[in-house]
């Protein structure tokens, strides 16, 4: 079992609607979560942060954590063409693994006009 | 408030050659993170570094590779005798001492002729 799983799409949505990524993780200790943006060719840009259980909103961004079904989730609502891109999910163990973000192989999203 | 600094963008050299990739990070950050993004795959830790000491480096291969972070200059990741099977792109991130949060350098695309 991988420790981070999201689906590889790729995800295509109209311009305008709601996009919605899925992300699991296997170390049911883990305590931070992160989405990272990646375009092609490109780094992977920050997005959002989420410790706590619930939902975190920040623009048309949404991050939201259930760490009892050990799932975090990015909502994307209003999508646009620039938002084209691959999304990673990070988890952070904590502990001993402080430092070390594991990250799932990420989902292509593709928002259409 | 320059972001992480990564020198150079790209890297050419020959099998058995050595490569040094420099990482500079942000402003009020000390804590820098290495990760290696092999063509079509994922994001993969491999070090964690603190100003003069390695906190985390379970994600190093064993043979040819070593990094640091000197008290003055940037942090250096290390290959020697380089393999075609080493080229990949790079990338170094930062965080500050109270925070968990990595932000990205743009990388070095290493390629191994």
């Known amino acids: 079992q991988k420790e981070v799983e999201q689906n590889s799409g790729p995800l295509s949505v109209p311009e305008g609607a709601i996009a919605s990524l899925n992300c699991t993780y296997s170390?049911?200790?883990?305590?931070?979560f992160f989405w990272y943006r990646q375009y092609s060719g490109k780094s992977p840009e920050l997005i959002m942060s989420?410790?706590?259980?619930g939902d975190k909103e920040d623009g048309r961004f949404t991050a939201q954590l259930n760490k009892a079904s050990q799932y975090v989730s990015l909502l994307i609502r209003d999508s646009q063409p620039s938002d084209s891109a691959t999304y990673l999910c990070?988890?952070?163990?904590?502990?001993?693994?402080?430092?070390?973000?594991?990250f799932g192989q990420g989902t292509i999203l593709t928002v259409h006009p | 408030n320059a972001g992480v600094m990564q020198n150079p963008r790209h890297l050419v050299r020959r099998r058995g050659q050595e490569a040094r990739l420099r990482c500079s990070p942000m402003?009020?950050?000390?804590?820098v993170y290495w990760y290696r993004q092999l063509p079509e795959e994922g994001l993969k830790f491999m070090v964690y570094?603190?100003?003069?000491?390695?906190?985390?480096e379970s994600g190093m291969p064993k043979e040819r590779f070593s990094a640091e972070f000197p008290k003055e200059g940037p942090s250096i990741l290390r290959i020697q005798q380089v393999v075609r099977g080493d080229s990949a792109a790079y990338f170094c991130?930062?965080?500050?001492?109270?925070?968990?949060?990595?932000?990205f350098g743009p990388g070095t695309r290493l390629t191994v002729l």
């Open positions: 402003k009020g950050h000390s804590h």
């Open positions: 170390d049911r200790g883990s305590q931070s």
């Open positions: 991130a930062s965080s500050p001492p109270s925070d968990n949060e990595q932000f």
């Open positions: 989420i410790y706590s259980n």
């Open positions: 570094l603190q100003k003069e000491n390695i906190i985390d």
């Open positions: 990070a988890v952070n163990a904590g502990g001993t693994s402080y430092g070390k973000l594991t």
